[in-house]
T-cell receptor, first 109, second 111 residues
Framework: GQNIDQPTEMTATEGAIVQINCTYQTSGFNGLFWYQQHAGEAPTFLSYNVLDGLEEKGRFSSFLSRSKGYSYLLLKELQMKDSASYLCAVMDSNYQLIWGAGTKLIIKP | IAGITQAPTSQILAAGRRMTLRCTQDMRHNAMYWYRQDLGLGLRLIHYSNTAGTTGKGEVPDGYSVSRANTDDFPLTLASAVPSQTSVYFC??????????FGPGTRLTVL
């Protein structure tokens, strides 16, 4: 079967760095996506990885290792507005997204 | 219209009633999707459409139907609502292989 695993909840301090991990087992791989979802709102796209390595976009970076079925999202210089759920999703061989349950990130002052 | 819109924003519905959730996009995306999101679970795909005139079943299609008469609109119909269909419903669109863009969601409660 297809499976995406990520931690349910994480807590971090304002100004610090946090890494959110995602492991996956899917039928085929056509890329991995990270989305941010604030409470009561729609998911919004953060990053896309299809090749191994690190993609950096401002305070956010995303890493992929296809051989290990592993990705992480790195958030630097945390701000209170980064309190949200972070969703990991893998595009399978049919170009459908398989979603993890999301990681709720709580930022403390 | 800018992006993707959904209507209604929220709805309380009696069990057994028929309900259509509307979704419209103006990005000329070929692919559109309907998801439901429940607490503790990931987004689950209900139905999808890769292009106007075609639809497919996702992970949880039972009790739902869709149509795709044109590129812009992708309505989702609950023929006879049941309490287990209480959820937040998101419509999304994409060019096919790129990121999906989501509508604001419809919060549905079936009593």
């Amino acid at each position: 079967g297809q499976n995406i695993d990520q931690p349910t909840e994480m807590t971090a301090t304002e100004g610090a760095i946090v890494q959110i991990n995602c492991t996956y087992q899917t039928s085929g791989f056509n890329g991995l996506f990270w989305y941010q979802q604030h409470a009561g709102e729609a998911p919004t796209f953060l990053s896309y990885n299809v090749l191994d390595g690190l993609e950096e976009k401002g305070r956010f970076s995303s890493f992929l290792s296809r051989s290990k079925g592993y990705s992480y999202l790195l958030l630097k210089e945390l701000q209170m507005k980064d309190s949200a759920s972070y969703l990991c999703a893998v595009m399978d061989s049919n170009y459908q997204l398989i979603w993890g349950a999301g990681t709720k990130l709580i930022i403390k002052p | 219209i800018a992006g993707i819109t959904q209507a209604p924003t929220s709805q309380i519905l009696a069990a057994g009633r028929r309900m259509t959730l509307r979704c419209t996009q103006d990005m000329r995306h070929n692919a559109m999707y309907w998801y439901r999101q429940d607490l503790g679970l990931g987004l689950r795909l209900i139905h999808y459409s890769n292009t106007a005139g075609t639809t497919g079943k996702g992970e949880v299609p039972d009790g739902y139907s869709v149509s795709r008469a044109n590129t812009d609109d992708f309505p989702l119909t609950l023929a006879s609502a049941v309490p287990s269909q209480t959820s937040v419903y998101f419509c999304a669109s994409s060019s096919g292989e790129d990121e999906q863009f989501f509508g604001p969601g419809t919060r549905l409660t079936v009593l």
